[in-house]
């Protein structure tokens, strides 16, 4: 057995090249790109958003002018325990908080959290709050009424 059968391989094997013709190794003239189209030939730089000539979507839909479309979800406002102990009113609703200027008009919904302190007796009437201020109201000598 000779020496040159023993000894190992010094050079890899090249990459084969697409689309550098039929001497490559790999493709030929299409080089995995298809027969014919747009997107066969070079340069074919089309848009994701491209519909093939067909009317593109953003012109399809009506247009939709200004912020205000998309607030159709009014959020909940927030009231803290310390806003409540400085109200006026022993009765606290929706409509109490809207005349102290507490909360904006647009609101439609309103919860109490437990941020602050409360020492009065008050009664909340369809508001929604949270367990830590359930149990401070309550210790206060208040009710909640759903």
Known sequence: MSLLNTLSKIKSSSKK?????????????TSSAGQKGQKSRGGAKIPLWFEGGQLPLIKRL?????KGKLSVVR???EISLSEIQAMKADVIT???????????????????????????????KG?????????????????IEN
């Open 62 to 66: 009506p247009m939709l002018r200004g």
């Open 17 to 29: 090249r697409v689309g550098r013709g039929y001497g490559s190794g790999k493709g030929g003239h």
């Open 127 to 143: 508001l929604r709050t949270s367990q830590a201020a359930k149990k401070a109201i309550e210790k206060a000598g208040g009710t």
């Open 75 to 77: 959020p909940t406002a």
């Open 94 to 124: 929706l409509d109490a908080l809207k005349l102290e200027k507490l909360i904006e008009k647009k609101f439609k919904k309103a919860k109490i959290i437990a941020s602050g302190e409360i020492t009065r007796k008050v009664t909340i």
